[in-house]
């Protein structure tokens, strides 16, 4: 964490904010990436794991400055970005990445108050088998050895995870690291790592949507849904003939629970190469989103829109910092 973010996180001025609007002359649209809200007295320190109160007021936050677009809206927002007067209000999406749970039990029912539409692009394995990502297994194994030490075997060599920091957010920063190093081994090498270490899980483990819950979140008005793969591969580990079928796979299934095909994609992790958003265009998808961590710009080809992550550690104020730019 640098100085810019401490100070950001404990004091705002609003004069800064306000000029950083001000300074933004082009049309852009600022989507935000979400991952899982839940309720505030469960303690999961993971960065995916927002509090149901932060978000709360995140979301007011955001009615108030913001013009919230769905996805549809926003593209038609760009698509005609020369003509765009600035509005006064800047536009902004909100999306919420791979399914979990607290996307229906506890994102919804603010969303559906305050009448923001959002989008939420699912991965289907997880929702068909009722299983749990094998990051969420490890972030699980991790927080259950607590503030003690645990070496990973892996065939890249021992990770050395240590959970002696005293603040959630240096904690989580010990866990990514092991997850990063982990996302380069292969995909049946990090699920043997996450069966050996399933921990017996004391802390309550994310959980992702049924499809029932699924079906339920996509009746409402304000929801899009939008494809993830099925089992959260990342894409640039994959040749075309099987990133392909990951793909269709999802949006069989996603047509199948909730009656509609979806046009919008998100590269799981944000992993991509060039020829992966050609073939993502030619499966009919309309856009697609990444994970680069700033504003849309209409200069942005439609496959590799942009987003900005929004995790537990952000309070209001880093969340200000970021929705303006001063943060990325
Ligand atoms: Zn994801």
Not at 152 to 175: K, P, Q, V
Not at 204 to 223: G, K
Not at 249 to 260: D, I, M, V
Request: with cysteine; aromatic share 8%; proline share 5%.
């Amino acid at each position: 964490m640098g100085i810019q973010h401490r100070l950001a996180a404990a004091y705002l001025p609003r004069l800064l904010e306000a000029r950083a609007y001000r300074r933004a002359t082009h049309p852009r649209v600022t989507v935000l990436m979400y991952h899982e809200v839940l309720p505030d007295e469960l303690d999961i320190p993971s960065w995916l794991v927002v509090r149901e109160a932060r978000f709360r007021r995140q979301m007011r936050y955001l009615k108030r400055h913001f013009r919230v677009l769905s996805l549809d809206a926003a593209q038609d927002y760009m698509a005609n970005a020369a003509s765009q007067v600035k509005a006064r209000r800047p536009p902004a999406v909100i999306t919420f990445d791979d399914g979990y749970a607290g996307n229906f039990s506890c994102a919804l029912p603010i969303l559906r108050e305050l009448r923001l539409p959002f989008t939420v692009y699912v991965s289907t394995a997880m929702l068909a088998e009722g299983g749990r990502f094998w990051h969420d297994r490890i972030i699980a194994a991790l927080i259950t050895a607590g503030r003690g030490r645990l070496s990973i075997e892996t065939s890249a060599g021992t990770l050395e995870y240590s959970g002696s920091a005293r603040l959630d957010a240096r904690r989580w920063a010990g866990i990514e690291r092991i997850l990063t190093r982990l996302k380069d081994l292969a995909p049946a090498e990090r699920e043997a790592i996450a069966d050996r270490l399933d921990p017996d899980l004391k802390i309550p483990a994310l959980r992702m949507m049924t499809p029932a819950e699924l079906h339920e979140l996509s009746a409402s008005p304000l929801v899009t849904i939008g494809n993830h793969t099925h089992a959260h591969e990342l894409l640039d580990q994959l040749d075309s003939d099987s990133a392909s079928a990951t793909i269709l796979k999802a949006q069989t299934l996603l047509e199948e629970w909730t009656g509609r095909r979806p046009a919008h994609f998100a590269y799981p992790n944000g992993n991509y190469v060039g020829e992966t958003a050609a073939l993502v265009e030619r499966l009919g998808m309309s856009t697609a989103v990444t994970g680069r961590s700033r504003p849309w710009l209409e200069t942005d080809a439609l496959f590799e829109i942009p987003r900005i992550g929004i995790g537990r550690f952000d309070n209001l104020n880093l969340f200000r910092a970021r929705m303006c730019g001063l943060l990325q």
